[in-house]
């Protein structure tokens, strides 16, 4: 099998038997802000419109399209794996509850093209029979005094995580290195002009150059910072020139 | 500085002029699934009773003890390093805005101890000067056509992506090797059964090694599957026997 598409076009959000219009509302919202294609609902308890369409914001679309099933079977039907989600962690005997993270569910969705992420009811979560139908199980970690995420919470880091996984890049674009070493030259400039010995000189310079590099400028930072350099060595250099 | 404390411990979670008093009360809730120590609300514009209290759920008391500021100056106070959100990313230009993702912040959280992460209104987010306040602007990666995640699902995404850094470990315990090559002792007992030839067999034992391995099963499920390949191994044994 041959993977397609663009990872969260891959998934299918299965909400079963939500209860609350406000988390049904809230991932219309998600399903639309990391471009998921398929929801679909078993027997919801929440009705889908009031406080679901005012939490759904700009995508009362998403939520007027979903697809409302009688079964876990019938949502499950023409997907190639089904992944359902539960914070409560089996011991070793109980397999049913050995769970794989979210940062492993970005690598199994890479590899499949249709995925179901199934997500149970807010008070109860899904029963062991639903968690026996679902191929694998994930947990989302966190505090063990605490670890039940409220449902919309959870819908959305997963969602988040497989959206990174294929636009980890940066947000913005980084400054060329041109840029980088002539804000170097004036800075090399400046600190001749203080007369330091080599040795502090060196010192200053190695500072400089390191937290400019890791500070993975934008464009528009760096050329700021140029801005500044370049006006402080003129002034330098005037003043220099008067004394 | 030495930085100290578990990660989602240093943070500081604070909410200039939250409207929606279901966003405040998940996002109390939030905060004790993630471990997070303060919660600072500069302004509430929401109630902090009624759907705030019954969205904390068991984080009451979160809600109860949350740090009531009348400014952001004064929600920012003792912080070694502050980082605010926003989903509009400005051109090369607009400097404010040239944001960091949410996986580096948990590099930055790594080596302070006190960081506040601040969050704007539903309806308007942050205004230029409150970013301005700010020492880095953090953006969370999402569809271009509606960026714009609900504040709670916001501050969520980035408290889990602070809490994983730290326990991004395996949540079950993965089988030892001893179990796994006694798995692979019976299977390769079974395949001698087959009578392949040489090169099939090697290749159905490459195969069944290979997916073995690659699914870090727990020790649970490698103790079941080692009671199946034995049970398999004995009872092809007496069928030949039989014949």
Chains 1, 2 share one sequence.
């Not at 011991?91 to 890479?110: M, Q």
């Not at 988040?160 to 890049?169: C, N, Q, T």
């Amino acid at each position: 099998m041959r993977a397609h598409g663009s990872l969260t076009e891959r998934l299918r959000v299965v909400l079963v038997e939500p209860e609350g219009e406000v988390n049904v509302g809230s991932i219309a919202r998600l399903i639309k802000n990391f471009g998921v294609r398929e929801f679909y609902i078993v027997n919801p308890k929440a009705k889908l419109s009031g406080k679901a369409r005012e939490f759904a914001a700009k995508a009362i679309d998403v939520l007027e399209k979903a697809v409302i099933c009688s079964s876990l079977d019938e949502a499950l039907k023409d997907v190639d794996v089904s992944i359902c989600t539960s914070a409560i962690v089996g011991g070793s005997r109980d397999v049913l509850r050995h769970p794989i993270t979210p940062k492993e569910l970005a690598n199994i969705v890479a590899r499949y093209s249709r995925i179901a992420l199934v997500f149970g009811r807010e008070s109860t979560g899904l029963t062991r029979d639903e968690i026996g139908k679902c191929d694998l199980l994930l947990t989302i970690p966190a505090n063990p005094e605490y670890p039940t995420l409220n449902l919309s919470n959870a819908v959305g880091i997963l969602l988040y995580e497989v959206y990174v996984a294929e636009h980890a890049s940066p947000l913005y674009e980084v400054a060329d290195r041109n840029v980088l070493e002539l804000i170097m030259k004036y800075v090399e400039d400046i600190v001749r002009v203080f007369n330091e010995d080599e040795r502090k000189a060196s010192r200053i310079l190695v500072s400089f150059r390191r937290i400019l590099y890791k500070s993975l400028p934008s464009i528009g930072e760096a050329y700021n910072l140029l801005y500044l350099v370049r006006k402080i060595d003129v002034m330098l250099r005037e003043c220099k020139g008067k004394r």
